[in-house]
């Protein structure tokens, strides 16, 4: 088998299928009306057509494709099942894996947290001094013998050791002080065990070392490569850093007599490069982060300055769409980008219009005329191919984008004369209320893609929501809620939703990107200034509030995450992009308070998403994240209580921004992990059950939770809500679970009067 390493790769792809196709085997199996052997039918189907597809479009040389980045749920959990981090717990569950994933028997999930700086979500490994690690090659084995099957010789891709160990988090029990990197010498035996195993079968295996780009120099890569890399029995050794400049992390690796390096050239060519002369070098020139074309010319100008021996990506390919086939609803120029294919576009993507999408037949839109062409995963790895082709070439680097002018930040009334001003909304001690979202029903799909078709006139779809919203009124009313929401029947995502109704954003149709298991959002396109022409959401507020005499929420999405979970256009410095949509949130929010909506919750959940991974770049980004949402949010009045709401971000790491919000209320994740709150002096509400899990929690659960609560946070401050919202979850679900949620606020609520 050849040694030499591909002039072209990528570091990884999309997994969840260009139709959804994962997500759709993944429902049915957990729903009960497949088996296990439909599951994994539908995963080897996947995997040939991936394989097949990026054959096709050039990657040919043995080892350009990479294998075992497919997964079920969550590479990461798939790291910790491969060397035996299964906590004890689950191993008795019917299906171990998805007890882990989404809590089974009983059972409650493992933690589940952001990688990285995106907005793909992982299941965190729990491992303490008593973890039984035993290497399990089973998967990565298997997918390289289907693709030898296939006829390609592909790639593993193993998650590197030091990321996985400070990835996770120290099990229950485990002393003080303990920190699972305290196991990486046992962990390492454990790896030599996987890479011996692959070593027959594969001439390169790529180690996943992100956590390089944070750790800089750490001691445990520098000992961890010089102990795999002297391993005799292992294939070639190729450590790929991305999500920003590993430079101060090369020395540690040079000194190892590792293979090969990958490295994220998207942010500047790394210091320390030149360590690597003679060595494999792969250039992660074609950006795995947007959707946007590669510049050729500063490709090739990035790779010569790098020195690269071959091209690739700067990351997975997993955060971007499939392809632009069958993306008719874009403007002609860009497409200019996509390859050339005689394969039809998937069935999803060939409809007229998606069925999550929810904007209204004949509303004019403004996204036409995109400045740049884009390019999505296959399209990226067209990139690859001719940039390879081409090969580097001396010119001037890339300059990133720097914002204008300087930064002021609004401020509302002070808190004491807000509590004062609100004090007539007439609120219980402990008040309970949701996130927002209430399930999306499949009538509710049905008539959005019915009225997009123009099977059912505006009229008749709006009238539908109107009746979705009453109903979503009355499930809380008799459930006992004290602060209503909407339910957001009208809205297919949280960040989509907006962009529709702005000036400066397009959307796809068929542009899903996996988020967690086999939940997919359609991240919108922000290429150009952002306006809002007309109010979004204050019709169905106020029809919401005519319903009840309690009070209803308005919701909006903060302008951090409306920027985070967009691909914003790289020329565009992203805090003046937030500054704008800013503008638009407060002018919504205006209106909503004009209307008399007297609580408006502004979501922030990407606050600490999108936090800088090097420290010195972190205050200059909290102080605009934390500008950005004082401006969306100064139009309200003293009296008009404002949320806003985090979650699976590890926002306790970016508390005193938080804080700093100045909002009223504050929802935090908390089901699955701790979150600090002691000192905080205004409303805050610690979720008190996991909605991305279908388990319904007890109320004695509940109950211990708002205690424990209470220990920290005074009863005045404590609000009772879920983790997140409620769309991914069955109404028999929610009824099930907010009727202990009730209960448990009301039985703490009797003790503290």
């Known amino acids: 088998m050849t040694t030499d390493f591909p002039a072209a790769t990528i570091l990884g792809y999309p997994r969840i299928g260009p139709g959804r196709e994962l997500k759709h085997a993944l429902e049915s199996y957990w729903a009960g009306r497949t088996g296990r052997a439909a599951l994994e039918e539908a995963g080897r189907r996947l995997r040939a057509q991936t394989w097949a597809r990026l054959h096709e479009l050039g990657l040919r040389a043995p080892g350009a494709l990479p294998s075992n980045t497919f997964s079920q749920y969550d590479h990461v959990l798939d790291a910790a099942v491969a060397v035996g981090a299964v906590p004890e717990r689950y ?13 089974a028997d009983g059972l409650p999930p493992l933690r589940m947290t952001k990688w990285f700086d995106t907005n793909y979500h992982y299941i965190v490994p729990e491992i303490g001094p008593r973890t039984a690690f035993a290497a399990s090659p089973d998967k990565p084995l298997a997918e390289l013998a289907e693709a030898r099957a296939l006829g390609h010789a592909t790639r593993p891709v193993l998650l590197g050791p030091v990321t996985l160990l400070r990835l996770a988090r120290a099990a229950p029990g485990a002393p003080g002080g303990f920190s699972p990197l305290d196991r990486l010498d046992d962990l390492l035996d454990v790896y030599g065990e996987l890479l011996s195993a692959l070593a027959p079968h594969a001439a390169w295996v790529q180690l996943d070392e992100p956590i390089a780009v944070v750790d800089g120099g750490s001691p445990a890569l520098r000992h961890a490569y010089r102990r795999l890399a002297a391993l005799t029995a292992r294939p070639r050794l190729l450590v790929a850093t991305y999500f920003g400049d590993a430079g101060d992390a090369l020395p540690a690796l040079a000194v190892a007599p590792v293979d090969g390096i990958a490295v994220d050239l998207t942010h500047g060519v790394p210091r320390n490069l030149g360590l690597f002369e003679g060595r494999t070098i792969v250039g992660g020139v074609v950006s795995g982060r947007d959707v946007w074309r590669t510049d050729p010319d500063a490709a090739r100008a990035l790779l010569a300055a790098a020195g690269a021996t071959a091209v690739g990506t700067s990351c997975s390919l997993l955060h971007v769409p499939y392809t632009l086939r069958g993306e008719s609803a874009l403007p002609e120029s860009s497409k200019a980008a996509s390859p050339e294919s005689s394969e039809p576009a998937s069935p999803e993507s060939s409809k007229a219009a998606s069925p999550e999408s929810s904007e209204p037949a004949g509303r004019e839109s403004s996204k036409a005329g995109l400045p740049e062409g884009l390019a999505f995963a296959e399209e990226k790895v067209a990139e690859v191919v001719s940039l390879a082709a081409l090969g580097p070439k001396e010119g001037p680097l890339p300059q990133r984008p720097r914002a204008a002018g300087t930064l002021g930040v609004e401020s509302r009334a002070p808190y004491a004369a807000r509590e004062q001003a609100q004090r007539d909304l007439g609120l219980p001690p402990l008040p309970v209320t949701t996130i927002g979202s209430f399930p999306q029903t499949g009538e509710l799909r049905a008539a959005r893609a019915a009225v997009a078709a123009g099977r059912l006139p505006l009229a008749g779809y709006e009238a539908r929501i109107e009746e979705e919203i009453a109903r979503v009124i009355a499930e809380q009313e008799a459930l006992g809620l004290d602060v209503l929401v909407h339910g957001e029947p009208e809205r297919n995502d949280m960040v989509q939703y907006f962009a529709e109704h702005l000036d400066g954003f397009a959307v796809t149709r068929n542009g899903w990107v996996q988020s967690y298991g086999s939940r997919c959002t359609r991240p919108p396109i922000l290429h150009g200034d952002v306006r809002r022409p007309a109010p979004i959401t204050v019709r169905w507020a106020t029809h919401a509030q005519s319903l009840t ?8 999405t903060g302008p951090v995450t409306i920027v985070a979970w967009s691909f914003v256009r790289p020329d565009l410095p992203l ?3 937030t500054l704008q949509v800013a503008d638009a949130v407060r002018e919504e929010v205006r209106d909503l308070q004009a209307a008399g909506i007297r609580i408006i919750q502004v979501d922030e959940p990407a ?6 991974l090097r420290k010195e770049e972190q205050e200059e980004y909290l102080a605009w994240a934390v500008a950005a949402y004082r401006r969306a949010t100064s139009a309200a009045s003293p009296g008009t209580q404002i949320h806003t709401h985090l979650c699976y971000s590890d ?14 209320v504050t929802s935090i994740e908390a089901a699955r992990s701790a979150f600090a709150v002691a000192g905080f002096d205004r409303g805050i509400g610690p979720g008190v059950y996991d909605i991305h899990s279908p388990r319904v ?4 659960e ?3 939770r708002l205690r424990a609560a209470l220990a920290t946070i005074h009863p005045s401050r404590l609000w009772v809500n879920p983790d997140c919202g409620l769309k991914t979850r069955t109404y028999d679900e929610v009824r099930a679970a907010l009727s202990n949620v009730v209960a448990a606020a009301g039985a703490v609520r009797q003790s503290v009067r």
């Open 91 to 103: 191993r008795g569950a019917a299906d171990p894996y998805f007890a882990m994933a989404r809590g």
């Open 607 to 612: 606050l600490r998403e999108l936090l800088p």
């Open 549 to 556: 005499a309690r009070p209803v929420k308005g919701m909006l």
């Open 702 to 704: 509940i109950e211990s």
């Open 575 to 577: 805090r003046d992009v």
């Open 697 to 700: 929690p007890e109320r004695d």
């Open 651 to 664: 926002a306790a790491e970016v508390l005193s921004a938080v804080d700093a919000l100045d909002a009223d």
